[in-house]
């Protein structure tokens, strides 16, 4: 038998969250590996490098905060950066900490196997190498696990396609050709508004549409970087005490206590300005009262009205599924007026749903749509689906995807009963999930790490959670969604957007400060909810 290499850690995943993970590590003394499929760090931003991939969140709120040195030397260009800049910060940071003589890239985990007589989890990738560690940690995303529409014919496509997030390294030439988007989530908007400015004809392909709000990107002025640099600790202070780790907190006032023209100029200052203020920032009530609701959503409506010139195309541009706010926000710029131009053709498909991808096209009724290019940006298996991806056994070899098939349960969304050991960074029902997600990667990781500092020093071998625990933390989860209009939604946010997956909740709704404060309890009372022997 060939020699098992063995470490104190396997870390999968070379993203943010684990490119931190393993900076941390090193700084407890213990060894460390990390598997990254790709051939380089960055995680989401080195997979989505599709044309016009950015930022939602302000730039200067989303890098990491833990080093002074890295906040000083870096500078951000854009208020909303792109993806070729944040894959050079992100390349930038790993260089800087010298992380990549422990990661190890084009390597796939394949399965991981907790060893119960050893307490030692083994993992093998794709190939056939295999580890060993004392502690897994999972640093895969929650929006990696990429899914392509079930449609006939799909390999049958002469041209060239691609999902968005496995967008080619190559320069893609899209200019003057017949393009096809499918797909109208936050990433098919960027793409979308993208492509209309070069492409010879756009078509787009919309199941239910989404509602947009603009972004406001600019350029960062020197004078801006000076003030963003001397803000910094503000920045994340404000961040810190936010319900999603972003610039932007809800108001509390009640909606109905502020007097209408007062409310329409709050929503037209917020629409106006930079990000998500318009959805985070707003009223707490349009996310809990259907009457708020419906009035942020008719000024939402208004200004599609307002932007679109032909009407029948506002009204198929106007969500009439969900309220504004209840799914993600796609955050566009000039989105809305792409499609009053020459190139672009907009397609309902709840009227006629695609038949088949031909090889020359899009087939729909009668009408084949002919098209060079077909990109689809039809979203991931979110939260869970990258965990599904790897075949996970725990004690006694229980399979992670069996515990999960009615929906996942977890400890802080960090750790699962029968799984010793092993640490999830933004796992299921972790506050990281609805976040803006560098800044709680942050908690999550100093989090575990001061786990397996304080197990070093008491010299313990094993940490895991309890079923009580578990059960408590899930149905706590499924508490804090109560009330939300989230929740009766068709979207990621619930699993819905997955054929065949059991509907939901996989996200944590309570708000970063207080996912941060039971952290905090937790250890305070000396890990409440964990065994450790
Ligand atoms: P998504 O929000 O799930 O959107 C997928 C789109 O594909 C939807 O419009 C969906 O329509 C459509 N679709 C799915 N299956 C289809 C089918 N069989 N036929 C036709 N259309 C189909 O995915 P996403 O846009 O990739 O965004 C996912 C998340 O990634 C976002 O919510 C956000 O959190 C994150 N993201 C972040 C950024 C950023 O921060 N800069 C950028 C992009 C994405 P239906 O909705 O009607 O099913």
Redesign the pocket.
């Known amino acids: 038998m060939s020699k098992i290499d063995q470490f104190d850690a396997v870390v999968i995943g070379a993203g943010i969250s684990g490119m931190y993970q393993l900076h941390r590590l090193r700084g407890l003394g213990l060894s460390a590996r990390v598997f990254e499929t790709g051939d380089g760090v960055g995680g989401t931003w080195y997979w ?1 490098r599709y044309p016009g ?5 302000e730039s200067y709120s989303y890098g990491y905060s833990f080093s002074k040195e890295i906040l000083d030397e870096w500078n951000w260009t854009e208020h909303f950066s792109p993806q070729p800049e944040n894959e050079r910060y992100l390349n930038f940071v790993a260089d800087k900490l010298d992380l990549k003589k422990d990661i190890q890239f084009n390597s796939k985990v394949v399965a991981a196997r907790y060893l119960d007589e050893q307490n030692l989890w083994e993992v093998e990738l794709e190939g056939g190498q295999r580890v060993r560690a004392r502690f897994l940690i999972t640093a895969i995303g929650i ?1 990696s696990a990429h899914q392509f ?3 006939e014919g799909m390999d049958s496509f002469k041209g060239q396609s691609w999902h ?1 997030a496995r967008w080619p390294k190559e320069p893609v030439d899209l200019r003057g050709k017949r393009v096809g988007v ?7 908007v ?1 793409v979308i508004q993208e492509v209309a400015k070069i492409a010879g004809q756009l078509t787009v ?4 549409p ?1 509602w947009c709000s603009p972004l406001n990107n600019s350029a960062i002025t020197e004078a801006e970087q000076k003030e963003i640099h001397a803000s910094y600790p503000a920045i994340f202070e404000t961040c810190k005490k936010s319900f999603g780790g972003f610039m932007h907190d809800f108001d509390q006032r009640p909606f109905f206590d502020v007097p209408e023209a007062e409310r329409e100029a709050f929503f037209e200052r917020q629409y106006q300005g930079r990000g998500f203020g318009i959805w985070l920032g707003n009223f707490m009530d349009t996310l809990t009262d259907p009457r708020a609701n419906a009035a942020i959503s008719a000024f939402m409506a208004r200004k599609i009205r307002a932007r679109v010139k032909d009407p029948k195309v506002a009204e198929m541009l106007i969500p009439k599924d969900h309220g504004f706010g209840t799914k ?1 926000v796609p955050m566009e710029t000039r989105y809305y007026e792409v499609y009053n131009q020459d190139n672009v053709t907009l397609v309902d ?1 709840n009227t006629t749903p ?1 038949e088949r991808v031909t090889p020359q096209g899009i087939q729909i009724g009668d009408k084949e749509h002919a098209l060079d290019y077909i990109i689809y ?4 298996d979110a939260v869970t689906g990258a965990f599904k991806r790897i075949d996970i056994q725990g004690k006694g070899g229980t399979k992670l995807a069996d515990k999960w098939k009615d929906g996942p349960e977890t400890y802080l969304g960090m750790q699962v009963a029968g799984f010793p050991n092993m640490f999830m960074l933004v796992g299921p029902h972790n506050g990281a999930t609805f976040c803006n997600i560098p800044r709680c990667i942050e908690q999550n990781v100093e989090w575990v790490s001061d786990c397996i500092a304080h197990m070093q020093k008491q010299d313990l071998q094993r940490i895991e959670t309890t079923e009580t625990a578990e059960a408590a933390w899930t149905n706590h989860v499924y508490e804090t969604t109560q009330g939300l209009l989230f929740s009766g939604v ?1 979207s ?1 946010f619930v699993g819905s ?1 997955t054929p065949g997956k059991k509907a939901t909740f996989l996200v944590y709704a309570g708000g970063s400060p207080a996912y941060r404060q039971k952290c905090e309890e937790v250890v305070a009372k000396g890990y409440e909810g964990f065994v450790m022997s």
């Open positions: 989505n991939a950015r930022f939602d969140s929006l529409p079930r449609i968005t499918i797909g109208t989530g936050a990433t098919g960027q392909f919309q199941l239910d989404n993600r498909l695609i940006a039809t979203g991931f068709r990621w957007n």
